[in-house]
C-alpha cells in the first residue's frame, strides 16, 4: 500500500511562485510513477504531469508545460511540483497519485491519491 500527503499549498499572488511536495510511503517507491493532478470546483481532476520514481522522461499535459516543473528527491521520498507566473485559473486542489505504470493520462487510471492540498491564486 502507497501512503501520499501532499503539502506547500496556500495563499499566494498571482504571478507568484509556489512548490508543492508530495511525501511517499510504502509500497516499493522503485516501481512507481507518481503524478500531479488538480480540480478546479465543480470540474474533473485534470493532469499536469508525471515522473517517474526510478528515473527517466517526465512528461505533461500541453496546456501545463512551461509553468509547472516536476521533479524528485528519491532520497527523502519526495516529489514536488514547482509553480510559477501563477494566475487567479490556477486555483484549485492540487492532488498527487501513484501508479505501478508509467504513461498514464487519466485520474482514473491512478491507484494511490493523497488527500489534496488547497492553492488560491489571489487577482
Known amino acids: 500500500q502507497v501512503h501520499l500527503m501532499e503539502s506547500g499549498g496556500g495563499l499566494v499572488q498571482a504571478g507568484g511562485s509556489l512548490r508543492l511536495s508530495c511525501a511517499i510511503s510504502?509500497?516499493?517507491?522503485?516501481?512507481?510513477?507518481v503524478a500531479w493532478f488538480r480540480q478546479l470546483p465543480l470540474a474533473e481532476r485534470a493532469f499536469i504531469g508525471a515522473?517517474?520514481?526510478?528515473?527517466?522522461?517526465?512528461y505533461y499535459s500541453d496546456s501545463m508545460k512551461g509553468r509547472f516543473t516536476i521533479s524528485r528527491d528519491n532520497a527523502k521520498n519526495m516529489v514536488y511540483l514547482e509553480m510559477n507566473n501563477l494566475r487567479f485559473e490556477d486555483t484549485a486542489v492540487y492532488y498527487c497519485?501513484?501508479?505501478?505504470?508509467?504513461?498514464?493520462?487519466?485520474?482514473?487510471?491512478?491507484?494511490?491519491w493523497g488527500q489534496g492540498t488547497q492553492v488560491t491564486v489571489s487577482s
Open positions: 497519485a501513484a501508479d505501478q505504470d508509467f504513461g498514464l493520462w487519466l485520474s482514473h487510471e491512478y491507484h494511490y
Open positions: 515522473i517517474r520514481w526510478a528515473g527517466g522522461p517526465t
Open positions: 510504502g509500497g516499493n517507491s522503485n516501481n512507481y510513477a
